[in-house]
T-cell receptor, first 118, second 114 residues
Framework: GENVEQHPSTLSVQEGDSAVIKCTYSDSASNYFPWYKQELGKGPQLIIDIRSNVGEKKDQRIAVTLNKTAKHFSLHITETQPEDSAVYFCAAIRRGGAGGTSYGKLTFGQGTILTVHP | DSGVTQTPKHLITATGQRVTLRCSPRSGDLSVYWYQQSLDQGLQFLIQYYNGEERAKGNILERFSAQQFPDLHSELNLSSLELGDSALYFC?????????????FGEGSWLTVV
């Protein structure tokens, strides 16, 4: 099955700095890679995603890059703010299937605790 | 608000007991996932249903079972509870389909077994 490794486990930055979180995956059939932000006491919230036919995607201060050959993808947050402090999870899944169904499970990385100091 | 509703939000029960967690997916979503989140195990996939049928199974214990009803809501049944079952249980939903859709998570049910 799919295995997703995420680094670092904790990341501390100053407000305004950039933060980068990296993930690697094992299953070359995985074709969809979402990133989730989880705040204390809340469920994971999707912040950005990328499909395997795209190398990079950006949404304001957040960007994700994907290297299919190396099987790794990264989250980049620029101009960090204290409200960016949370746990961030990467994930991978193989999407699509016969009869219009989605395959299997979303496999998560171990999570990164991001702390942005004012 | 993701549109995925989970009840109860908090639950405290004793070892050996049985509980049922309920999930209402986003309107129109056919696929429901259940995940367990604990401090030492991260987000672990339990089971997926698509339009009432079991689609994929993860590391779900035999003491746990789930189902998805015709109205698409889902229930996760946890029996013979042990202290180690204390965790956050998340439900997620997606519309499904060959091209795939965003997977949205609920706010979770916090289970404490004492």
């Amino acid at each position: 099955g799919e295995n997703v490794e995420q680094h670092p486990s904790t990341l501390s930055v100053q407000e305004g700095d950039s933060a980068v979180i990296k993930c690697t995956y094992s299953d070359s059939a995985s074709n969809y890679f979402p990133w989730y932000k989880q705040e204390l006491g809340k469920g994971p919230q999707l912040i950005i995603d990328i499909r395997s036919n795209v190398g990079e995607k950006k949404d304001q201060r957040i960007a994700v890059t994907l290297n299919k050959t190396a099987k790794h993808f990264s989250l980049h947050i620029t101009e960090t703010q204290p409200e960016d402090s949370a746990v961030y999870f990467c994930a991978a899944i193989r999407r699509g299937g016969a009869g219009g169904t989605s395959y299997g499970k979303l496999t998560f990385g171990q999570g990164t605790i991001l702390t942005v100091h004012p | 608000d993701s549109g995925v509703t989970q009840t109860p939000k908090h639950l405290i029960t004793a070892t050996g007991q049985r509980v049922t967690l309920r999930c209402s997916p986003r309107s129109g979503d056919l696929s429901v996932y259940w995940y367990q989140q604990s401090l030492d195990q991260g987000l672990q996939f339990l089971i997926q249903y698509y339009n009432g049928e079991e689609r994929a199974k993860g590391n779900i214990l035999e003491r746990f079972s789930a189902q998805q009803f015709p109205d698409l809501h889902s229930e996760l049944n946890l029996s013979s509870l042990e202290l180690g079952d204390s965790a956050l249980y998340f439900c997620a939903s997606t519309a499904g389909g060959a091209s795939g859709n965003t997977i949205y998570f609920g706010e979770g049910s916090w289970l404490t077994v004492v």
